[in-house]
């Protein structure tokens, strides 16, 4: 999808339909947009996936966008599936963490211990940032994930 969009000597038509952002902490949020891209005349060739776009304190527009192919949209709420098992589920005694990376290197993760466990975001290319999410907002990014993947097929 970054290909596409990011071709030069072509007229690219990016179609975004933003969703409400997740907060996330420390000032930051990130924010789920379906996306088609194509070019005039080649509407038969679209390139449909989602936007995911990390707002966050020290992280330029271009540096917090991540974007996921179709095929990568059920992976990442597969991922989260696994991340909100494993964050509810605190063994004593144990340390754990788990995360899920994306192709272009949006990553979710959550860390366990004595203390409970700690959900987190990191993006931004060049420059990675970190920012912990409530567990609450993990099931609201995955809403929003459907909401955006039911939208590219509703057209």
């Known amino acids: 999808m970054r290909t596409l969009l990011e071709t ?3 007229v690219v038509v990016a179609r975004r339909s933003p969703l409400a952002p997740v907060a996330l902490h420390d000032r ?3 924010r789920v947009s379906a996306l088609g891209a194509f070019e005039p005349g080649m509407e038969e060739h679209r390139i449909l996936g989602i936007e995911i776009a990390l707002n966050a304190p020290g992280l330029g527009p271009e540096q917090g966008r991540h974007y996921l192919d179709v095929h990568e949209i059920e992976a990442l709420l597969q991922g989260l599936f696994l991340l909100e098992q494993v964050g509810s589920a605190p063994k004593p005694g144990f340390e754990s963490a788990a995360d899920y990376t994306t192709v272009e290197g949006f990553t979710v993760g959550v860390d366990v211990d ?3 466990s700690r959900f987190w975001v990191e993006g931004g ?6 920012l912990g999410i409530d567990p609450a907002r993990i099931e609201t990014l995955r809403q929003r994930l459907q909401e955006a993947r039911a939208k590219l097929f509703s057209r």
């Open 125 to 130: 290319r060049g420059k990675r940032v970190r």
């Open 28 to 30: 930051g949020s990130l």
């Open 8 to 10: 030069r000597g072509i």
């Open 114 to 116: 004595a203390r409970g």
